[in-house]
């Protein structure tokens, strides 16, 4: 085992003061990413400090409900939530810069989940 | 604040020989390991398309009933999987590349 | 007085200093740039979902494609994500020659990237001498594992190619006399005043901004962040003695001499792993598939990069998702671009070492 990493699974309305949290005790982001599963989508957060990761998890069962954007926490979180948008369909919420579907142009939109499939 | 500090070097390689070759008059050198080109010993074959199901780049095909094995040059990466999976071991790998060429046609053996 | 207008230029997808596409949107107001608006995306390969249709085994060959430059690295990250999700104990002497192929992909990386600087700020006569040398370090490569980028040696499990104690000797023996030249052509980087007028002072990113921006690699570590996650200890790098490069100015000079260090802590660090290494087994047998989930980090020549793998236990993972340092470092780029001349913007973009392949995986 390389590292310990802590996995915490939480609600979608507690996703913006979790990662307040993080920023006030010195964490960076590391990466936001979206799975696909056969019946939602997660999507995790993932935050270190001093080499400990932390990764929080959401479970998005409903496409249309509107993910509160962290990128007005931390900035760089919005490249993330703009492929996130562009290749599953997620929907943010104020995201700092919003690109509006155009950040990335590949012929198929929502790549990764092209149906749109409603899990 | 030093300035020239490459003056040395570019009067020394001005009369040194060159950092080049003059390929294809000078031929390259291969190394033992060099993952160059992929051939087969045909006669061995076992048509299991092993080679063809497995390939990243999807460069071979094989069909059992003309005893045929194809691979696109232009495709084929050189990984080497091909010849680390075959059950016969028929397939090699050379360490010299294949020749160039300007068009896009697939090498076929077949059995003599 | 009134205030200068403001006009955008478009900077890219195809710009003299890029071999790939980046697009930004530069608003200037005289030959100041107040603003940059990146866009990506021109070549996004989806590489991520081919996970859904090859075999966890197979993979290994297309994550070792994802970038031409840190090939190695990546084909490694991803095996260290499936060996973690099945915990297989990989042999102690496959882990030295990973470290061993890890630092020799960073030597030509770095070597790579300070032409490229070289050949951005108009400087051919150094970026030809870089080049000259990355050449003998591929040869190197070439000669341990078959490819000259692309190493094709990391299989999950362990490698695939061993190194004999002889060639090691050989090749300790190379990086010695190479050194010695690198070193010569460095010091044009570290000392010209030519080169120091166009990167010292240029882009500055402060130690706080860097660090909340989420940048990696060699440029958090220019702005005096100590964070190499070579340190998490994977591989064998555990058992080797280095510590973090750190500058603390944060410009581009000190992006520059980041690298330039790390080259020589590299070689260094072979010296190390050469006299640990120990005769043993090279792979493990691998049986069963993979169940779980993992993400591996590993320190690629750009920064810290994430696998995150996804497996349910079938041949076919459910999800790989690739976070590569260049995209982490596109904010921290963005943040660099405002309040520097116009003319500056290509070695600032370069300066972060952006590998668009990767970012478009």
Not at chain 3, 288 to 309: D, K, L
Request: positive net charge.
């Amino acid at each position: 085992m390389i590292e310990e990493q802590k996995v915490i699974n939480i609600e979608i309305k507690d996703l913006l003061s979790q990662t307040r949290d993080f920023f006030n005790s010195g964490h960076r982001l590391v990466q936001i990413g979206c799975t696909k599963l056969p019946e939602c989508l997660e999507i995790n957060y993932s935050f270190d400090k001093e080499h400990h990761f932390i990764n929080l998890k959401i479970k998005l069962v409903d496409l249309n409900v509107e993910v509160p954007s962290v990128s007005n926490i931390y900035w760089c979180a919005f490249l993330y939530e703009n492929e996130i948008h562009d290749l599953f369909g997620v929907k943010f919420k104020d995201i700092a810069l919003d690109y509006k579907g155009n950040f990335y142009r590949t012929s198929v939109k929502r790549g990764f989940n092209p149906q749109n499939e409603q899990p | 604040m030093k300035i020239f500090v490459m003056a040395k070097k570019v009067l020394t390689s001005l009369c040194a020989r060159p950092a080049t070759f003059r390929y294809p008059l000078v031929p390259k050198t291969y190394y033992k390991n060099t993952r160059g080109s992929i051939t087969i010993d045909i006669n061995r074959c076992i048509y299991c398309g092993m080679c063809q199901r497995k390939c990243p780049a999807q460069a071979i095909l094989v069909t059992k009933a003309d005893k045929e094995w194809k691979i696109d040059r232009l495709r084929c990466v050189s990984c080497g999987y091909c010849v680390e999976l075959c059950p016969v071991k028929c397939l090699s790998m050379k360490n010299t590349y294949s020749a160039s060429t300007q068009i896009r046609e697939e090498e076929a053996f077949r059995r003599a | 007085m009134n205030s200068p207008k403001r006009t955008i230029i478009p900077f890219g997808p195809q710009h003299p200093v890029l071999p790939e596409p980046i697009h930004l949107d530069l608003v200037v107001e005289d030959e100041k740039v107040i603003e940059a608006i990146p866009s990506l995306g021109f070549i996004h390969r989806g590489l991520e979902r081919l996970v859904e249709k090859r075999d966890f085994i197979d993979f290994v060959y297309v994550a070792e494609r994802i970038c031409g430059i840190c090939s190695f690295i990546h084909g490694l990250t991803y095996c260290i994500a499936i060996e973690e999700i099945m915990q297989i104990e990989v042999p102690k002497r496959a882990n030295y020659l990973r470290l061993i192929w890890s630092e020799l992909s960073r030597i030509h990386s770095h070597l790579l990237w300070l032409g490229l600087m070289a050949d951005g700020f108009g400087f051919e006569a150094l970026f030809m001498h870089t080049w000259r040398l990355r050449e003998k370090i591929l040869d190197i490569i070439e000669e341990t594992t078959g490819g000259r980028i692309i190493f094709g040696s990391a299989k999950i499990g362990g490698v695939r190619k061993d190194i004999s104690s002889e060639k090691l000797a050989q090749i300790l023996e190379k990086l010695k006399n190479y050194a010695q030249e690198i070193r010569e052509i460095t010091n044009v980087f570290i000392n010209d005043s030519s080169v120091k007028h166009r990167l010292v002072g240029v882009g500055v990113l402060s130690k706080e901004d860097a660090y909340i921006l989420g940048a990696v690699g060699p440029t958090l570590r220019a702005s005096g962040v100590g964070l190499d996650t070579r340190k998490l200890g994977y591989a064998a790098y555990k058992e080797i003695d280095f510590e973090p490069i750190i500058e603390t100015a944060g410009d581009s000079y000190s992006r520059c001499l980041v690298r330039i260090r790390e080259i020589f802590q590299s070689i260094e660090i072979i010296k190390q792993a050469a006299g640990k290494i120990e005769p043993g087994a090279i792979e493990v047998k691998v049986t069963g598939t993979p169940n779980g989930e993992f993400f591996a980090r590993t320190e690629q020549p750009r920064g810290e990069v994430i696998y995150y793998a996804k497996a349910d236990g079938s041949r076919f993972l459910q999800r790989l998702r690739v976070r590569t340092p260049t995209f982490a470092n596109v904010p921290a780029m963005v943040k660099l671009l405002p309040g520097c001349q116009l003319a500056d913007v290509p070695i600032l973009v370069l300066t972060i070492d952006p590998c668009i392949s990767c970012t478009e995986r």
